[in-house]
């Protein structure tokens, strides 16, 4: 068996302002299952292969979620790879969202990044080949 990532466990401290982003980027992702222990809400978010386990930490509202400029520890983004990445950027825009920086192009890929409302940056990206030596160049 080729080993994969089953679910990343993501800490926010308002639940609703990431899955907000990921349900219209996602159409076609639910939320698995979810609770509330009383101290914290958390959610299960993805398909029948993979999740985001989303928890909710409002007493650390305005602590540093990630950094973009690589220069600092912490989170710098999630990818998301999708069918057409157009697409995302249309629902997305459409329901008020804006792009967090310039998209990377190759004959590739495309990728496009989006902040959601906690202030983490998620990447969106679009495969246009199943060549490995093509798709995972770095240019």
Known sequence: MK???????ITVP???????????????WWVRGGGDTG??????????????SLGECPENEGMP???TDH?????GHTAIVV??????????????YVESSDKESTKA??????????????EFVEYRTADPSIKNAYL
Do not use: C
Request: aromatic content about 12%.
């Open 65 to 67: 979620l990630f950094t």
């Open 109 to 122: 890929r495309e990728r496009r990044y989006f902040l959601d409302d906690n202030n983490l940056e998620w």
């Open 14 to 28: 308002k639940l609703d302002n990431t899955l907000n982003l990921l349900k219209i980027a996602l159409p076609d």
């Open 3 to 9: 080993a994969y990532i089953e679910h990343m466990n």
């Open 71 to 75: 220069h600092h520890l912490g989170l």
């Open 39 to 52: 101290r914290k809400k958390w959610v299960h978010f993805g398909d029948d292969d993979f999740y985001l």
């Open 83 to 96: 069918e057409d990445v157009e697409s995302v950027v249309e629902r997305l825009t459409q329901a008020g």
